[in-house]
């Protein structure tokens, strides 16, 4: 399969150099050339499939032979270890956990995917690539750990200093061997932008080859329609029509979904749910796209101001705006009308959501189900992870789990830096150490 960049002005890649590239050089994003719908009888035998099997089938188009199928199924067994249950919340919500992984949020799937993919390109050769991210919370301790000893990738990871909880934290600056930590003196978005510059400054690129693990990367990205296949497995003997609503931040997660619906899978509604961060919920009705600085919420994974994988959305409905409004719609909700739904999920459903969810929930609730529509949100972390809201909230203790607990006691071990230029000067001599 050949991917093209939708700044439409660089070369077709194959789906090894979409993943080692990470961006285009011509600071698009890669997408598929084609999506060609899987066989009715896919969709039939879903219940008797497993989900390695699932996976293999939608995934391989775009991998095409670059990974032979015995490797690629080998791969999806390893990344794919773990449940992805869908629990009932009312008569007619689901709620599919996506928090089983090592990580404990939904970026596991993808970076470990990503992670096993370049690990298998780079096998026979001395290939070596920086895999450079700046993280707000969950990407960095995913691909930290995603990444952990894989050969010929090494990780440095960006985050804001007193921005990330203390066991996100841990998950990144706890591992050793090829994870390296920055602790940036500033924000998010400084952190961004210095990846950015990163990218960009030839200085660097042409001593060590760098890619992103954000979704901008499609080994990132496209994983995440597995999920939305393995719920429909699990609630398709219900006879009723799927309306999914996906907590949304750079919108990469909803985006894979719609990949799925276009693989052939029946799905009757899509519904981003967001967070004061309102870009597309504002485009939606004014079909102008204005992104705006991000600002900070309880749901801060999805502290996002100008999501990067919406232009993709917009090419899976063929830039078409009408046609985009009848399957998607976009729906925003605050600080505390998401503690409102946290205590509304627990006192009727006794069932504990974390902030993300909870945005997820609402979405569902203002859409309406009819009758003959079931509603699933993504919970997209365990909520341990946002344990002081939480318990804040909900007035409970969250168990530790077991994946946490093992990062709790471990030495944090990171390097504290303020400037792009120091920035710059770690990745050129760091290269030492390899
Ligand atoms: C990353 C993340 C999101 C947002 O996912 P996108 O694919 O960026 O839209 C939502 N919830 C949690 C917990 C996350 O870590």
Redesign the pocket.
């Known amino acids: 399969m050949q991917f093209y960049s939708l700044n439409k002005n660089a070369p077709n890649v194959t789906y090894a150099e979409a993943v080692v590239k990470g961006l285009a050089p011509d600071r698009g994003l890669y997408f598929p050339e084609n999506i060609t719908p899987l066989p009715k009888s896919f969709f039939d035998n879903i219940e008797e499939m497993d989900n390695v099997d699932i996976a293999y089938q939608a995934i391989e188009q775009f991998v095409g032979d670059e990974i032979p199928e015995a490797d690629l199924k080998e791969i999806l067994a390893d990344v794919l270890s773990f449940d992805f249950p869908v629990v009932p919340i009312t008569d007619n919500i689901g709620t599919l956990e996506l928090f089983h992984g090592p990580t404990m949020?939904?970026?596991d799937v993808g970076a470990r995917f990503m992670a096993r993919c370049l690990g298998y390109f780079n096998k026979d050769n001395d290939g070596h690539v920086t895999v450079l991210v700046a993280t707000s919370?969950?990407?960095g301790g995913a691909v930290a750990r995603g990444f952990l000893g894989v050969k010929g990738v090494d990780v440095v990871i960006l985050y804001p200093n007193g921005k990330v909880s203390d066991i996100q934290e841990r998950q990144l600056t706890t591992l050793g061997q090829n994870i390296k930590a920055l602790r940036v003196d500033g924000v998010f978005d400084d952190c961004q932008d210095m990846v950015k510059s990163a990218f960009l400054d030839e200085e660097i690129t042409n001593v060590r080859p760098l890619t992103s693990a954000n979704?901008i990367n499609v080994a990132r990205w496209l994983p995440?329609l597995f999920y939305f296949l393995f719920a429909y497995k699990q609630t398709k003997k219900l006879g009723k029509e799927i309306v999914f609503s996906?907590?949304?931040?750079?919108?990469?997660?909803?985006?894979a979904g719609i990949v799925a619906h276009k693989l052939g899978m029946p799905v009757k509604h899509f519904i981003a749910s967001v967070n004061s961060n309102d870009t597309v919920v504002n485009y939606l009705n004014t079909g102008k796209y204005e992104p705006k600085p991000s600002v900070a919420t309880i749901?801060n994974?999805?502290d996002?101001g100008n999501?990067s994988?919406f232009i993709r959305i917009q090419q899976l409905f063929e830039n078409s705006f009408e046609d985009l409004k009848k399957d998607f719609s976009s729906l925003s909700y605050s600080d505390e009308q998401t503690k409102l739904a946290m205590k509304e999920i627990l006192s009727n459903s006794n069932y504990v959501a974390?902030p993300?969810g909870a945005v997820g929930y609402l979405g569902l609730k203002d859409y309406q189900l009819s009758e003959n529509e079931y509603g699933i949100f993504l919970e997209?972390?365990h909520p341990v992870?946002f344990g002081d809201i939480v318990e804040q909230t909900l007035n409970l203790k969250v168990a530790i789990p077991e994946q946490i607990k093992s990062v709790l006691y471990k030495e944090k071990e990171f390097k504290s830096i303020s400037k792009y230029e120091e920035l710059k000067s770690y990745l050129i001599k760091d290269k030492q150490y390899k």
């Open positions: 949020a939904f970026k919370g969950d990407t979704s995440q996906v907590p949304s931040g750079n919108f990469g997660n909803i985006c749901s994974a999805m996002v999501p994988n974390d993300h997209t972390a992870k």
